[in-house]
C-alpha cells in the first residue's frame, strides 16, 4: 500500500488534472443530481476526491464538502485549488464519519481497490450518509490500458 501511495503522490498527483481532470457528461449529470437534492449549506462527502475536480461545481452552489483521499499528494493539489474546502487523508474503507453527511459521491476510486475491499467500502460510505441521502458511486469496469484505473 505505502508503494500504491509513493505512486499516486509522485507520478500522479502532478498531471492528475492536465491527464483525467475532465468530468464526462455522465459523472456531471449524476453529481449535479446528488447537488440540487440539497440545501445550501449541506454537505458533500467527495469520497476518494482526488485533486478535488468536482469541488468547483460544488461549491459554486452553496452546498460544503468534504474532500477524503488518502494520497496526500493528491490533497495537496486539492487545497491548493481549493483551500477553503475542508480535506482529510483517510482510507476509502475507513474514514469514520458517522451519519453526518447529506450528500455521497464517489466517483471512478473502486476500481484502485481489491475487489475484496468493496464491501468495506460501500458500507463507511453508506455509514457516512444520512437516511436517504443520496450516494453517487460508480466502478469503470472497462478493461483498457490506464494509469491508476483513472478515465
Excluded at 21 to 26: A, H, L, M
Excluded at 69 to 86: H, I, T, V
Excluded at 109 to 131: C, I, Q, S, V
Excluded at 133 to 148: M, N, S
Amino acid at each position: 500500500m505505502r508503494r500504491k501511495i509513493e505512486r499516486f503522490d509522485v507520478v500522479y498527483a502532478p498531471v492528475y488534472d492536465e491527464s483525467w481532470g475532465r468530468i464526462d457528461e455522465s459523472h456531471a449529470l449524476y453529481v449535479t443530481r446528488v447537488i440540487q437534492s440539497l440545501q445550501p449549506g449541506d454537505v458533500i462527502l467527495d469520497a476518494a476526491c482526488g485533486t478535488g475536480r468536482f469541488f468547483p461545481m460544488i461549491l459554486e452552489t452553496g452546498r460544503r464538502v468534504l474532500g477524503v483521499d488518502w494520497s496526500p499528494g493528491m490533497l495537496e493539489r486539492c487545497r491548493a485549488k481549493s483551500p477553503d474546502a475542508a480535506t482529510e487523508q483517510r482510507h476509502l474503507q475507513h474514514f469514520g464519519v458517522d451519519r453526518a453527511i447529506d450528500g455521497v459521491i464517489c466517483v471512478d476510486a473502486f476500481e484502485n481497490l481489491p475487489p475484496e475491499d468493496w464491501p468495506a467500502a460501500l458500507g463507511a460510505l453508506h455509514g457516512a450518509a444520512k437516511p436517504m441521502a443520496l450516494v453517487y458511486v460508480t466502478v469503470d469496469g472497462r478493461a483498457r490500458q490506464r494509469p491508476c484505473g483513472r478515465p
